[in-house]
């Protein structure tokens, strides 16, 4: 029996035609949601899904071109590879283009320069340095040079086929300026590698040819040339087994002079000195003899522009001072180095004054801990050395060391307006008038009485 609802006394079935019709409905959309939300959600699920199938495949293409243009390359070495292999009669051009392609391959693509040396490229390049031909033999020194650049391996490889003695022959043969420069770059990145640096110092003709393309001014490229033979001694002088043949070629001489010019191998020259004296004997033997080497040195603490200048020269007299046995020392105070390492230690760099200050503390020890005073030479000297002498006398309530210092000020000052009057080319018998050094004196003692 059905059930029935009673309202207001009436008796209606809970089947009506109104519930039945809607009932119907919901039963029709029975699995189908009416939340927008939730369509969106849906909506935006499957973008995701295309957009994912999308860039999966992508992905796989840009990987199948990858693969594609990979072996394209390595195909592309191979051939190159083989032409410069190819030993059979009339294809010197043929090779000569080879050497060609691998020198820019290499310089354009570093990531080619492992994989041609794989391949076998650097022994016929090596090979090709006999040739007659200047194109090829640029070609072949260039495409080596660019196969050692940053390629420890390679570089090491580049020696081991022969490439020294091959440049070697060449030098000896007398080489065109373009293969000169060639082979100056060569041996800058060759000499970087420290396997290489004993092997190419060795060889007896090197470090001369090195040298004198450093003193050369006579090519076009000669500024760039100077710079690169330069920066390849200064490798080869990180080596100490090289210091006796850079000594025997005249490397000191040469680099003194370069400093007392003040070109700008001015502080690479210092640093190939830093190098030898740190490093060899005859490194700080060779500078002891060269006449004027302390002046010059003492020079650059006064007049240089640049602190890493002062450091470097600092740093040479500092080692000359340390590990010498007196007369070094002795020749540093003739040359008036403690009045440059006073005024060093006040205006220097943190470095230069470090190693003033050390320098310093080396000559004290010399002469029994007192401060060590560089006495001028001529009659100037003498002048201003009783001119102290007297101010000492009258000022008894000084201390020792305040007289000391007043004293160094003073001959500091003379020494530097005798400088000046060199620099600016005056008459020979130019000097520092008396009323000059009244001057001096006194205003020495005024500056000293706030300090």
């Given at each position: 029996m059905a059930k029935c609802e009673v309202l207001n006394g009436a008796r209606w079935s809970v089947f009506s035609a109104a519930g039945f019709r809607r009932r119907l409905l919901e039963a029709m959309l029975c699995g189908v949601s009416n939340d927008p939300r939730r369509q969106i959600v849906e909506r935006r699920s499957d973008r995701l899904a295309d957009l994912l199938l999308v860039e999966a495949r992508d992905l796989r293409s840009r990987e199948v071109a990858?693969?594609?243009?990979?072996?394209?390359?390595?195909?592309?070495?191979?051939?190159v590879v083989r032409r410069l292999q190819d030993t059979e009669e009339g294809i010197h051009r043929r090779r000569a283009e080879a050497a060609a392609e691998v020198r820019r391959l290499a310089k354009d693509r570093p990531d080619f320069r492992q994989s041609l040396a794989l391949l076998g490229a650097i022994p016929p390049l090596v090979a090709l340095l006999d040739s007659d031909d200047s194109?090829?033999?640029?070609?072949?020194?260039?495409?080596?040079?660019?196969?050692?650049?940053?390629?420890?391996?390679?570089?090491s490889a580049i020696v081991a086929a022969g490439a020294i003695q091959k440049m070697v022959s060449l030098i000896k043969s007398g080489p065109t300026p373009a293969a000169?420069?060639?082979?100056?770059?060569?041996?800058?990145?060759?000499?970087?590698?420290?396997a290489n640096k004993p092997i190419i110092g060795?060889?007896?003709?090197?470090?001369?040819?090195?040298?004198?393309?450093?003193?050369?001014?006579?090519?076009?490229?000669?500024?760039?040339?100077?710079?690169?033979?330069?920066?390849?001694?200064?490798?080869?002088?990180?080596?100490?087994?090289?210091?006796?043949?850079?000594?025997?070629?005249?490397?000191?001489p040469c680099l003194l002079s370069a400093i007392v010019d003040?070109?700008?191998?001015?502080?690479?020259?210092?640093?190939?000195?830093?190098?030898?004296?740190?490093?060899?004997?005859?490194?700080?033997?060779?500078?002891?003899?060269?006449?004027d080497a302390f002046p010059m040195l003492i020079d650059v603490l006064n007049w240089s522009d640049f602190p890493r200048c002062q450091e470097k020269a600092a740093h040479i007299l500092m080692v000359m001072a340390h590990?010498?046995?007196?007369?070094?020392?002795?020749?540093?105070?003739?040359?008036?180095?403690?009045?440059?390492?006073?005024?060093?230690?006040?205006?220097?760099?943190?470095?230069?004054?470090?190693?003033?200050?050390?320098?310093?503390?080396?000559?004290?020890?010399?002469?029994?801990?007192?401060?060590?005073?560089?006495?001028?030479?001529?009659?100037?000297?003498?002048?201003?050395?009783?001119?102290?002498?007297?101010?000492?006398?009258?000022?008894?309530?000084?201390?020792a060391e305040m007289r000391a210092v007043r004293k160094l000020v003073k001959q500091s000052l003379q020494s530097n307006m005798r400088r000046i009057a060199r620099r600016a080319n005056f008459p020979p018998e130019f000097a520092p008038s008396d009323r000059f050094r009244q001057l001096t004196a006194s205003s020495t003692s005024k500056s000293l009485t706030l300090w």
């Open positions: 990858e693969k594609r243009r990979k072996m394209e390359a390595f195909e592309e070495l191979q051939s194109d090829s033999l640029i070609s072949a020194l260039y495409a080596l040079l660019n196969l050692g650049i940053g390629n420890e391996a390679n570089k000169e420069a060639a082979i100056i770059a060569n041996f800058l990145g060759l000499s970087a590698l420290d060795a060889s007896s003709d090197v470090i001369p040819f090195l040298l004198n393309a450093f003193r050369s001014s006579n090519s076009i490229s000669s500024t760039q040339s100077q710079e690169d033979a330069l920066r390849a001694l200064y490798n080869l002088s990180i080596s100490p087994a090289n210091g006796v043949a850079l000594v025997n070629a005249g490397i000191v003040d070109t700008e191998f001015s502080e690479r020259s210092l640093a190939v000195l830093c190098n030898l004296v740190a490093a060899s004997p005859e490194g700080r033997r060779a500078v002891s003899r060269t006449a590990k010498s046995h007196g007369g070094e020392r002795a020749a540093m105070a003739a040359a008036g180095i403690t009045s440059a390492l006073l005024e060093l230690t006040l205006m220097g760099s943190t470095l230069a004054q470090k190693r003033a200050s050390l320098i310093l503390e080396i000559l004290r020890e010399e002469k029994g801990k007192k401060v060590v005073v560089s006495e001028p030479l001529g009659s100037c000297g003498a002048s201003a050395s009783s001119a102290a002498t007297e101010e000492e006398e009258e000022e008894e309530g000084v201390s």
